[in-house]
């Protein structure tokens, strides 16, 4: 009977990613870059810390 068609929720993978889609993934690797520096950081000032904990044990 076929009143609902799914023909629109079918991934398209035989295409070019929109404008709008490769800014957003722009945004996203961005994010994540900061995100790894931050966490980077965040791990250096860890070992600062038990370095200094251990020297004043």
């Known amino acids: 009977m076929g009143l609902f068609a799914r023909s629109k929720m ?4 035989n295409r070019k990613p929109t404008r709008r889609e490769r800014r957003a993934a722009e945004r996203t690797a961005q994010a994540e870059a900061r995100l790894r520096g931050t966490e980077e950081k965040i791990h250096e000032l860890a070992s600062e810390v038990r370095s200094d904990l251990r020297r004043s044990a």
């Open 10 to 13: 079918r991934a398209r993978t």
